[in-house]
């Protein structure tokens, strides 16, 4: 069956751009996840969605950063006036439900390069 | 507050030989532990998860962790490496309590040396 999937895989812009990175998560899961990977750190958490709804927003590093999921599937995360320091990649996942025991299935990422 | 440890940036190991791959994590609560692999230019693919029941935990590709509470650790082991085992391992945590989210550690490279 079909995986996570997230588009572009690729996304080089300009400082100061909006960008929009996409999720489309494994049909039935109701939780989803997006984390980013930079260059030698390890998975920062940024939010999470139960449906549609987002309980915690905590791991989002400014108000630039926002994200959405409507109709309980496709999620997007949205970066406004993109900095430099924005550049990593940038990883979803969904899961069955929430709960802590529940293994996530990620996406192979979109490598974001702010110029 | 929840958090994850990976102690070591890299583990160089020969193929053949046994491997273990160290977390320790700290939570209120009772812990999920997870352990995920990152192969080059792939996305996280889960390996093991331990939720309750034996502390050794059976996993895919040959893994294997032990939950161990009173040092609160669960390394990632397998008796035998092999060279495609050599990838970017990551340990995970999640509670019982309140929040929802997972807490990653920073990662290890294991190379494993023909």
């Known amino acids: 069956g079909a995986g996570v999937s997230q588009s572009p895989s690729n996304k080089v812009t300009e400082k100061g751009k909006d960008v929009e990175l996409r999720c489309d998560p494994i049909?039935?899961?109701?939780?989803l996840y997006w984390y980013r990977q930079s260059l030698g750190q390890g998975l920062e958490f940024l939010i999470y969605?139960?449906?549609?709804?987002?309980?915690?927003k905590s791991g989002l590093p400014s108000d630039r950063f926002s994200a959405e999921r409507t109709g309980g599937s496709v999620s997007t995360l949205t970066i406004q006036r993109t900095q430099q320091e924005d550049s990593a990649v940038y990883l979803c996942?969904?899961?069955?439900?929430?709960?802590?025991?529940?293994?996530?299935?990620f996406g192979p990422g979109t490598r974001l390069t702010v110029l | 507050a929840q958090s994850v440890a990976q102690p070591e940036d890299q583990v160089n190991v020969a193929e053949g030989n046994p491997l273990t791959v160290k977390c320790t994590y700290s939570v209120s609560g009772n812990p999920y532990l997870f352990w995920y692999v990152q192969y080059p230019n792939r996305g996280l693919q889960f390996l093991l998860k331990?939720?309750?029941?034996?502390?050794l935990v059976k996993g895919s590709y040959g893994f294997e962790a032990e939950f161990n509470k009173s040092q609160t650790s669960f390394h990632l082991k397998k008796p035998s490496a092999l060279v495609s085992d050599s990838a970017l391992y990551f340990c995970?945590?999640?509670?019982?309590?309140?929040?929802?989210?997972?807490?990653f550690g920073t990662g290890t490279r294991l190379k494993v040396l023909a």
């Open positions: 049909s039935g899961h109701t939780a």
């Open positions: 969605f139960q449906g549609n709804s987002a309980p915690d």
């Open positions: 331990y939720i309750t029941g034996d502390n």
């Open positions: 996942a969904s899961s069955l439900g929430l709960g802590a025991n529940n293994e996530q299935f």
């Open positions: 995970a945590v999640g509670t019982t309590s309140g929040t929802y989210k997972y807490i």
